[in-house]
C-alpha cells in the first residue's frame, strides 16, 4: 500500500482525486441515471493520470474506456465517436500498450523510454491524418451523424494523439488536449438537447486538464531520461 501511495507524487494524487469528485460531483448534480457515463469518466481519468506516468496500465483502461465512450457515443447518434473510439483508439490503445512494454526504460515496466520523433515522421503523419479523415467524414456523412464538422474534426486529433501514442513521443497528450477541446465543443451540442450529457461535456474538461499535465510530466520524463543516458 505503501508503495502505491509513493508512487504519485502529491501533484498528482490532488490532480486525480479532484478530478474524480467533480465528475462525482455533476454525475450527481446531473445525471444520476447513466451510470455507464459516471464509470467511463472514472475509468478514462485514472488512465489519463497513469499515462501521464508513462505506466502501460494507462493504456489498457483506455481500451475499456473506448468499449464504454463508443456506447455513450451510440446514443447520442455521435456515430463518428463511436466509430473512432471502437475502431480506431481501442486498437491502437492495444499496439500502444504493446510497445510501452517493450520499450521500459531501464527495465522498469512502470516507465516507458520516451521517444524523440525525425521530422519526416511527422510529415508521414500528417499526411495519414488527412486521408483517415477524408475517408471518415464520407462514412460519417453517409450515417448521417449529429455535428458532422467537429465529429470529423475529432477523428483527424484522434488519430494524431493515438499515433503520436504509439510512438512514445511526448507530444500525444498536447494531441489528446486538442482533442479534448473538440469533445468539449461536441457534447456542449448535445447538452442543449439533453442536460444529462453536462456529465460527459465535464469529464472532458477534467480530460484536458489530465493531458496537459500529461504533457509537462513527459516533457519531465524526457529530459531525465536523456540525462541519464549521457551519464
Known sequence: MKRVLC???KTEWMLWLGSMLLILSFFLLFDRENGITLAASLVGVTSLILCAKGNPLGQLLIVLFSIL?????????????MVTYLGMTAPMAVFALISWLRNPFNGNHAEVRVNTLKI????????????????????????HTANLLPSTLSVATSFIAVYLTFRRSPLFALAYA????????????????????????VC??????????????????QRRQQAAAVS
Open 7 to 9: 508512487y504519485f507524487t
Open 204 to 221: 472532458f474538461v477534467v480530460f484536458f486538464a489530465n493531458d496537459l499535465y500529461g504533457f509537462l510530466n513527459w516533457s519531465r520524463m
Open 69 to 81: 465512450y463508443g456506447i455513450i457515443s451510440y446514443t447520442c447518434a455521435y456515430y463518428g465517436e
Open 178 to 201: 486538442a482533442n479534448d477541446l473538440v469533445l468539449i465543443l461536441l457534447w456542449a451540442m448535445a447538452t442543449i438537447s439533453d442536460a444529462g450529457y453536462l456529465a460527459v461535456m
Open 120 to 143: 519526416r515522421e511527422y510529415f508521414a503523419m500528417l499526411l495519414l491524418t488527412a486521408i483517415i479523415t477524408y475517408g471518415f467524414y464520407h462514412i460519417l456523412r453517409a450515417f
